[in-house]
């Protein structure tokens, strides 16, 4: 068990949960305070799961890679565990948000797009390092939030984490990068 109180620290666990909480609450403080009787924004849980795979990104990396590459123990399994963990933690914590009356998504919608995004940030780590994991995932939202109505699959795709649940094109885009990025970051590791 001391293991795992040393790993979640190297990975700045605390301090990644604090923040995943912190945006959580304050979505909620938010939207409760406006009623919350209407629809909401399909944006506003999709910054919500951002904020917080952002958060946890920077636990992708350890302080010292060259140590974790020469360790004794598998890191394969940690990894991908690491990045279901994340996916796992930050749609409870949205969902938990709703628990209290303050509906900000389907079930099916925060579970498709948390696993998406922990996918896409697992990818960061991979391509641009555990420092800067949280950049595809914060470029994609940008992109998805000033981009023009979807009206064929490729805009679909391009839009996938705001599009309601149960749309074909952006539930594959979600499985694809959550397998991809967790098996390609439980292979690679992040980047040094």
């Known amino acids: 068990m001391r293991w795992l109180t040393l790993y979640a620290r190297s990975r700045q666990v605390p301090v990644s949960l604090a923040a995943v909480l912190f945006s959580a609450a304050a979505v909620w403080a938010l939207v409760a305070r406006d009623g919350g009787g209407g629809a909401v924004d399909p944006r506003t849980p999709v910054f919500v799961l951002v904020a917080g795979v952002t958060a946890a990104s920077i636990g992708l990396g350890g302080q010292d890679l060259a140590l974790d590459r020469t360790a004794a123990i598998g890191w394969r ?85 705001l599009l309601p649940p149960g749309t074909p094109a952006a539930t594959w885009t979600a499985v694809a990068l959550a397998v991809t990025g967790t098996t390609v970051y439980a292979l690679a590791g992040p980047r040094r």
């Open 77 to 161: 399994p940690r990894r991908a565990g690491h990045v279901l963990l994340i996916g796992t933690v930050v749609a409870a914590v949205l969902l938990a948000v709703g628990a209290t009356g303050t509906d900000l998504a389907a079930t099916a919608f925060v579970v498709r797009d948390s696993a998406g995004l922990t996918g896409l940030v697992a990818l960061g780590a991979v391509v641009c390092g555990a420092p800067y994991a949280w950049t595809p995932a914060v470029g994609w939202l940008s992109f998805s939030v000033f981009a023009p109505p979807p009206t064929s699959v490729p805009t679909e795709i391009a839009t996938w984490m």
